[in-house]
Every structure is written in C-alpha cells, then in structure tokens.
C-alpha cells in the first residue's frame, strides 16, 4: 500500500537559511500523524510546503503517490488536501458560516447563468450547503455562531471554525497548524475529542502541535523536527523513549 | 434564519425600486431627469466595479477606460457603420470583456498599490488611443451618437412618448429605462454575491491563502469579476453614450476612472446600495457646490476628505451601523 | 542625426530628473506610511507657483524660492496631521481617496489665489541657450541636473549620517521596534512629509522656467512621478532615481522619434511592461508573505 502523504528529501531555503532540510517520511491513510519541535524547527514551513504555499528548494512530495511539484494549493484541495492555520485565516468580511461554506467551494459547480438569475438549481444548492455548513459548525463545536459575523467570535470558536471549513470541503486529509494554541485546558480537551472524532471518520490527520499531552495521546506517529532536520521519526511509545529527543527536550 | 438570510437581499432591491418610483414626484424639469438618468446609468457601472473593489478587494483606477471603450465602440457601431444599438452594446460588452481578460491576467497578480499603477496605466492607454485616433474617434472634440433604437422604435431625449395613454417626454422615458436596467444591474449582483461565485470572490478579499487551500482558484475569480466589471461598465457606457448623443475621450478619462472608485468608497466598498448612494452624491454635489462658484473646487476636496477620514467605512455602512446601534439602545438588548 | 539624438536626450533627462524627485517624494511617504500620496504633485504646483508669484511681488528670486519651500514644507506637514493621522485605520484605497480629495483641494485653493491661467517663470541664470554638438540646451536644464543631483546626495547623506534619517529608515523598516526603541514614529511620519513636499516644491521650482505653471499642472506631474516610482519600484531610493530618468529619456525619445500624441501612452505601456516581468519594479523588495 503506498502512502497517502510521501516527503522524500525536502528541502527549503530563505535566503541561504534552511528552514527544512533533507527531510523524508510518510504518512499512512487513516493515521494521526504528527509534527513537533520547538519553535523555529521549521513546523510550520513543512505544512506550508506541503499545501504548496512554498514551492520546494530540493526534494519531492507525493500526494497519493502523485508529484505535488506543479500543483497549485487549489489543486491540491481539489485532490483532497485540506489545512488551518496558525495564524488564522478567517474571512472577516463575511458570516460565520459563509466561512463555512466557503470549504463546500469545490462541491459547488455552478454556472455564471445559473448564478447571475438565480435559478432553482443555484438555490437548491445554497440551501443544501447552508445546511451542511450549520451541522458542521455544530460538529466542530461553534454551532452557537451560526447567525454570527465572523468578527463578532471569540479566538477559541474561530479556531474551530477554520476545522470547520476544512472538513467543508471533505478532504482525505487535514493538516491542523497549532489548533491548541490560545486555548485553555477544557478547550484543548474538547479539540481532543474533535481530532479523534476526524480521524474516526477515516480521515487522515496532519498536525503541528506544541501540547505534549495532546500529542502524545491521540497521535499514531510522530515526527520530531529540530533546527529543519528529522531528529526522530516513530510511535508515541518510541519517541518518548529517544534518547535525542530526551537531550533536545530536556538537556538542550 | 436561511429563509431572513436570503430574503433581505430582495428587501434592498424593492427599497431602491420604490425610490426609483418615487424620484420622479421631486423632478421638475428635463434637465433633472437629465441628472437622474445619468445617476441611475453611472450608479450601474460603479455596482459593478463594486464588485472588483468591494468585494474581491482589487483596485482598479482605470475603470474609466473601460466605460470609454463601451460608449465609443456603440458611438462607432451605431453612428459610423449603423448597427442596431442592442448588438452594438453586446458585441462592444465581449469585446471589452476579451480586452479586460487579456490585460487582467497579468495586471491582477499584482498586489495593493502596484495593481492601482498598472490599471491606471491601462485606462489612461485607452484614453490616450480614443483621443488621438481622430479620424475613428472624431478625437478630443468628440462624436455624436445615435438615439437607443430597438427594431426601429427609437428612444431619443428629444422624442415624446405615450405610456398607458399618458404622455411623456424623451428624458422621462430615458429615466425608466435607466432606472430599469439600475434595478437589473443590481438583481446581477446581488445574486453573484450570494452564490458559492460570490463567496468565492469575496474569500479573496479576505484571505487569499484560506481561499486557496479550500479549492479556489483565487487567479481565475480575479480575472473573472475583472470582466465582469468591465462588463458592466462597457454595457452601461454605451448606454450612456446614447443617451448624452454626443461622447468625448473625457468618458474615458482618468478623472472619471478616480470619479468611478470614489463613488464606491464613498459610498461603502462592499455595500451594493451604498455605492448608488455615493454615485447620487458625487452626481448632485458639485450641482449643489455650484452656487459656491470659485469655491466649488476647495468645497468638493474638503468634503471628500473629511468624509473619508471620519467615515472611513464609508457613507451607508456608516449609516447603518449608527441607526442599528440606536434602534439597540431603544430596545435596550442586542438585537 | 547626432545633434537629433542628444537633443532628445537633454530633454529627457531634464523632464526626468524632475519625475525623479517626484518619485523620491512618493518613495519617501511609502516607506515612512505605506500611503502611496495622489497629493504628491501639488508640492510641485504650489513651488513654481508660490516662487512666480512672490517674484511678481518684488520679492528677490532667492528669497521667493526659500518661502515657497517653506509653504510647501508646511503644507506636508498639515496634510500628515490633519488628513492621514487621524485615518491610520483605513483602508489602503480609503487613503489613496483622502490623498486626492487633499489634492483636489489644495488644487482648489490655488485656483482662487493665483486664477486659472499659465505663469511663466524666468530662467534662473542667463537665458542664452548652451550649443552641444550641434544639440541646443537650455541653461534651465543644467539648473534642474544640478539642483536633483544636490538633493539626491543631500538626501543620502541625509538617511546615512543623521540621526533623524536614520530614525525614517528604522519606522520604515518595522514601526514597532522603532517605537520601541524610543522614536516617536508620528514625529517620524510629519518629517518624512515634510521632506517629500520639499523635495516635490524644489521640484515644481526648477522645472517651472521649462514647462511654465499653472494651478493644475500637478495631477499629471504626480502621476509620472508614481510611474517612475513603480517602474523603480515602491520604496527604493535607487528606483525612484532610475525609473524617473528611464521615464523621462523613454518619453522624450518617443516624442522625437515616434509620435508626441503617444508619448504618455509608451511611458503607461512601460510600466505595464515592467510589472508584467518584475511585479515589485525594478528595484523594489521582495516579500515572502507569512500565514
């Protein structure tokens, strides 16, 4: 079985500085399979090459065994690719729930005649996504905000709304970039639960986290970054006990 | 809350229809309809550059040119070569659509202030071409054009009309028929906002990444509602066209194309009824600045300025705000 | 064929070390604001104009080129604190709205003060044209090389060896860090517009003898500027200094050899060119955003 997400030899330079350096893993469909380091281990810069925001200095990415090189982000949605983001990216001149809809972009083909009259097929649709987009915010947790303007939620509920439009669009797998960070301890409880109900649903999990704990629960696999290289690459169990990680972590 | 959602957009529309219908009891002679006529035609054309700046968040100072083209290609196929004015405004609505699609690929991978350069310099091109190509275009003196006509049934401000058995002059026939195609300029774009299109668009406004990675083209929505607009402002430049009988290279001009944006962010970038507010008061403001004479300049800068600064949002979305905040207050909970 | 040739150089060197100023003038408030500044070309407008009327007055030449200056520096600084300050929050068009209406403006006062008609200033220095191969200059054109080369090199001893510059460059750099460390960067933003409306009026001065003057000779002038500043691109000194004499020698060039109808349309057909190939300009930054 090839692997649904394969990183052979990536590499990304700024400017002479390797953000990512030789770095190579795979990801099986169904894992939860994540990414830690501390800050400036290039986290970040990986989810970023991998939903080809960045276009690789060296190296290759396979997106179910297909080269992502010349692949646009929206090609790579349009395979099934999907993320949030650290720094949030809401759309702030729009409703919650527009947010939302916005995932369902892809399920949503509709013509310019059929939108610029409205016809019944245009509003069938709406309606249908409309309804989509509420359940899921209700999914994620944010069901409250239906109604809301984007602008008018709170930091932890506009996290989960970003979830929310990725699972919008009904990807085969979800990179999640920090969805902890900023929340309080019954807030990342409560995203705990949500990643392993996504990853129930069979769909493959990407994350970048900082929370231990959260990780080293609900976490099939791990990949530990330091300074843009692979430290270590294993099972929970094996990470914890890696005497690298130990020394990076603790002894520094 | 989908069946409010949907139906407050149709609200709008016959709020601006009853207006429409009831403008007319405030005119009293040919020279407001005149003004009327010219709000409701430029009111459409800024909609749709609404569209492109409100909405998809890209500037375009140049959208004059557009207008320019639209009116001398319906000057030039109805007046030199004596086309029928419907085909005329069609063919002349694609061809400046093939034009923006060209030029808009390139242009609109530009960002902020080098895409306001760049559309600058495509309008100014264009006005440049329609001035100096006199022997097409009659060049800064101008040409005339020809009465709107649909199967030989003319539509002249100079004409009089018969409407139920009442009668009715040139522009007050010019009026309902500008204020008709107003009302449909804005069912289009009301519904293109609304629609998984309009999201689309207005997800580039937002954050193009977050667009991105949900499945948009973010590339082709630009160029998309580039046309668009361009559309609208050819369509609605060939009507003006017909309507004023007689253009100059002045309706391409740079002045008109910064005319054009002000009017939306005047107005309310992003407000589809705010931007026909902004058209009526950047048309009726210099009427009014008129009486102050040498002053009208200074008075129109200063009023511009103070708006922009202390209305930042814009007049209707300004407006709006302040009133539900009010109505707030009366009720005493969040509404 | 020689004498055509150079000709047509003088002539564009010298209208384009006049965009020259004009865009160091735009790169200066871009750095300092991000605003891109539609006003930018009234500095030049109220320089010649405020000099040709002082001198009608008697004033001596010097003297009149001093307080028009001086009106000019004035007028940035007003425009900073009373049209941008209070608007930090807009939008970038909002601003670039704000700037117009300022210019439309201040195009108005001018009307009223000084009338609609054109004003003729007198060369600075004899009025004897200077033969070159065959190729006529004008003494006003050697005014204008050397009066833009002297604020060229004011202007670089002015970001590398004072401290005020020096605190320009910083807010440019990261307006945070430099509040941080103590600069008062609204101090910083008046300062920044208060040179740019000086180098814009030494501008509108010099060049004022070749091109005469008039309340609306601004808006054109302004926009040539922000073309040259683009085809630079935005934000770099060197940009500004190039693309304004590019510009300046393209335009004279294609009035001589091609057509002087279309020569504003080959400087807008330029800058479209360069943008199609380097988005940032020639010399402008490169930006990797952040997500």
């Known amino acids: 079985m090839t692997a649904l997400v394969e990183v052979k030899g990536l590499d990304k330079a700024f400017g002479g500085v390797h953000a990512v350096e030789g770095v190579s893993f795979a990801v099986e469909a169904g894992q939860v399979y994540s ?30 065994g297909e080269s992502t090189a010349k692949l646009e982000p929206n090609q790579l949605a349009e395979r099934g690719m999907c993320r949030t983001f650290q720094q949030m990216q809401i759309c702030m001149n729009m409703t919650a729930i527009e947010n939302v809809m916005l995932g369902r972009h892809l399920q949503l083909k509709s013509s310019l ?31 409250e905000y239906v109604g809301a303007e984007a602008s008018a939620m709170s930091y932890g509920a506009l996290k989960r709304l970003e979830v929310a439009r990725a699972l919008a669009a009904e990807p085969k797998v979800i990179l999640l970039d920090e969805p902890a960070a900023g929340l309080n301890a019954t807030e990342t409880a409560a995203l705990e639960d949500l990643i392993r109900k996504i990853a129930d649903q069979g769909i493959t999990v990407m994350l970048v986290e900082h929370d231990m704990k959260l990780v080293m629960g609900i976490s099939d696999r791990l990949l530990v970054l330091n300074y843009g290289r692979v430290l270590a690459e294993g099972t929970p169990a094996e990470i914890r006990q890696n005497p690298d990680v130990i020394a990076a972590y603790l002894g520094g | 809350m989908l069946n409010r959602f949907m139906q407050s957009r149709l609200r709008g529309l016959m709020v601006l229809a009853l207006i429409l219908i009831i403008i007319p009891a405030f005119l009293s002679n040919p020279f407001h309809y005149e003004l009327a006529t010219q709000i409701a035609i430029i009111g459409a054309t800024v909609v749709g550059l609404n569209l492109l700046v409100g909405f998809a968040g890209q500037i375009s100072l140049g959208h004059a040119g557009f207008f320019g083209l639209g009116a001398y290609f319906t000057g ?61 275009t009659g060049g800064p003196d101008g040409m005339p054009v020809p009465a709107f006509e649909v199967f030989g049934w003319e539509l002249s401000s100079f004409g009089t009309y018969s409407l139920f058995g009442l009668e009715i002059s040139g522009v007050q026939a010019w009026y309902m028929f500008a204020s008709g195609v107003l009302l449909l ?10 629609s998984p299109i309009g999201r689309a668009l207005r997800s580039v406004h937002g954050s193009e990444v977050a667009a991105s990675v949900v499945g948009v083209d973010t590339a082709k929505y630009k160029s998309l509602v580039f046309v668009i607009s361009a559309i609208y402002a050819s369509l609605m430049g060939g009507l003006y066209a017909h309507f004023q009988g007689f253009i100059t290279p002045a309706v391409a001009s740079f002045e008109f194309s910064i005319l054009f944006i002000t009017m939306v962010v005047l107005g309310g970038m992003g407000s589809t ?62 509404a | 064929m020689l004498a055509e040739f150079l000709q047509y150089l003088f002539t564009g060197i010298t209208i384009g070390a006049t965009y020259a100023l004009i865009a160091l003038g735009f790169t200066l408030i871009y750095n300092a604001s991000h605003v891109i500044n539609f006003a930018q070309g009234e500095f030049l407008m109220i320089g010649g104009m405020a000099t040709v009327s002082l001198t009608a007055m008697g004033v001596p030449m010097a003297v009149a080129v001093v307080l028009a200056v001086i009106l000019a520096g004035v007028l940035g600084i007003a425009l900073q604190r009373l049209a941008i300050a209070p608007a930090k929050q807009a939008d970038v068009v909002t ?167 279309y020569k504003d349309a080959v400087a807008f057909s330029m800058i479209l060119l360069v943008l199609f190939f380097m988005p940032r300009g020639l010399f402008g930054a490169k930006i990797v955003e952040r997500v």
């Not at chain 1, 290039?42 to 396979?62: A, D, H, Q, R, S």
């Not at chain 2, 309008?123 to 329609?130: D, E, H, K, M, Q």
């Not at chain 2, 300029?185 to 609304?194: G, Q, R």
């Not at chain 3, 922000?226 to 940009?239: E, H, K, M």
Request: hydrophobic share 55%; net charge positive; glycine share 12%.
């Open chain 1, 35 to 64: 990414v830690i380091g501390p800050n400036g281990a290039g986290k970040t810069t990986l989810f970023n090459l991998i939903t080809g925001l960045y276009i690789p200095t060296k190296g290759e990415i396979l997106l179910n």
């Open chain 1, 113 to 143: 005649f059929t939108t610029l009259f409205r016809l019944p097929a245009l509003r069938r649709g709406e309606e249908a996504a409309y309804k989509r987009a509420a359940d899921l915010m209700e999914y994620v947790g944010c069901g």
């Open chain 2, 76 to 136: 030039i196929a109805t007046g030199t070569y004596g086309w029928p004015s419907v085909p005329a405004l069609l063919v002349g609505a694609i061809v400046v659509g093939i034009i923006a699609w060209v030029v808009g690929r390139p242009i609109l991978r530009l960002k902020g202030h080098y895409l306001s350069m760049a559309t600058l310099a495509v309008g100014f091109i264009i006005a440049i071409i329609l001035n100096n190509e006199r022997a097409i």
């Open chain 2, 185 to 194: 300029a804005v069912w289009f774009a009301l519904n293109l906002i609304e």
């Open chain 2, 273 to 334: 009824f705010g931007v026909i507010l902004g058209a009526v008061v950047l048309k009726l403001l210099p009427q009014v600045l008129a009486d102050f004479q040498e002053l009208e300049t200074v008075m129109f800068g200063l009023i511009l300025m103070l708006t922009m600064i202390f209305m930042p949002k814009g007049l209707l979305p300004t407006l709006t705000a302040a009133v539900s905040k009010r109505l707030r207050k009366k009720t005493g909970g969040k």
């Open chain 3, 95 to 261: 601003l670039i709205i704000i700037t117009i209406g300022a210019s439309i403006f201040i195009r108005g006062i001018a009307q009223l003060v000084w009338g609609k008609q054109y004003h003729v200033m007198q060369n600075f220095s004899t009025s004897e044209p200077i033969q070159v191969f065959g190729a006529v200059l004008n003494s006003q054109s050697l005014w204008v090389l050397g009066v833009g080369a002297v604020m060229v090199v004011a202007l670089v001893l002015f970001f590398t060896k004072t401290l005020i510059g020096k605190a320009i460059l910083a807010t440019s750099m990261n307006k945070d860090a430099a509040r941080l460390v103590g600069i008062r960067t609204q101090m910083v933003l008046m300062l920044a517009f208060m040179v740019s409306a000086l180098l814009g009026s030494v501008a509108g001065i010099v060049v004022a003898p070749i091109t005469f003057t008039s309340y609306d000779i601004g808006i054109i002038l302004g926009l040539k500027g922000f073309v040259a500043a683009a085809i630079g691109g935005l934000g770099s000194g060197v940009g500004a200094v190039v693309g304004g004499l590019a510009l300046g020698i393209v335009e004279a060039m294609t009035a001589g050899y091609i057509s002087s109808d």
